[in-house]
């Protein structure tokens, strides 16, 4: 069966402290890694997808990185707007299309 | 470009009854998927539909169903409601649903009394 892990559930970050968030997976044939960003009351906003072992994505702060068992997501430099739940996903080479397995997502708090 | 739109944004229910819930993709896509959220369990699959057929079912029971029309705007129901049924329901849309990435709307929280 398909899992996703991650840790930490929760971290709580000072503006300008620099960490990573570890997502876990154990998959039967890897299509796709997501990562998604969630505030509350809203639902999951988009980030990175990474296909392959030794991948990397950056978008301003962030930088997901991908291996064979595992991905980080890396936050540099955070700032209070940074403060969200981040979610991993994965989807299967034979599950069929858009059919993703959500971790139960690390929430982030960054304090000014 | 509108973003995918889901009604109602609140809805509270007592046990037994049903409920059907709406989604609007994003203009131009044809895949729909929904997802279950709660806190304990994160988000689930239920099922995801394209051009109005079903392609991809989770593991939730029959009392779980959907649809999608022709203009790729798409219902779920959920008939006999229980307690356990009280969630975060979200639709998500792309354009063809292979490998792409999925647009979410806000979801629909639905309590069950």
């Known amino acids: 069966e398909d899992q996703v892990t991650q840790s930490p559930e929760a971290l709580r970050l000072q503006e300008g402290e620099s960490s990573s968030l570890n997502c876990s997976y154990t998959?039967?044939?890897?299509?796709?890694l997501f990562w998604y960003r969630q505030d509350p009351g809203k639902g999951p906003e988009f980030l990175f997808t990474l296909y392959s072992a030794g991948e990397e994505k950056e978008k301003e702060r962030l930088k997901a990185t991908l291996t064979k068992k595992e991905s980080f997501l890396h936050i540099t430099a955070p700032k209070p707007e940074d403060s969200a739940t981040y979610l991993c996903?994965?989807?299967?080479?034979?599950?069929?299309?858009?059919?993703?397995?959500f971790g139960t997502g690390t929430r982030l708090l960054v304090s000014p | 470009k509108a973003g995918v739109t889901q009604t109602p944004r609140y809805l509270i229910k007592t046990r037994g009854q049903q409920v059907t819930l709406s989604c609007s993709p994003i203009s131009g896509h044809r895949s729909v998927s929904w997802y279950q959220q709660t806190p304990g369990q994160g988000l689930q699959f239920l099922f995801e539909?394209?051009?109005?057929?079903?392609?991809n079912k989770g593991n939730f029971p029959g009392r779980f169903s959907g649809r999608q029309f022709s203009n790729s705007r798409s219902e779920m129901n959920v008939s006999t409601l229980e307690l356990g049924d009280s969630a975060l329901y979200l639709c998500?849309?792309?354009?063809?649903?292979?490998?792409?990435?999925?647009?979410f709307g806000s979801g629909t929280q639905l309590s069950v009394l």
């Open positions: 539909y394209f051009s109005e057929t079903q392609r």
């Open positions: 998500a849309s792309s354009l063809d649903g292979w490998g792409e990435k999925l647009f």
């Open positions: 998959v039967s044939g890897l299509r796709g």
């Open positions: 996903a994965v989807q299967a080479a034979n599950t069929g299309f858009q059919k993703l397995v």
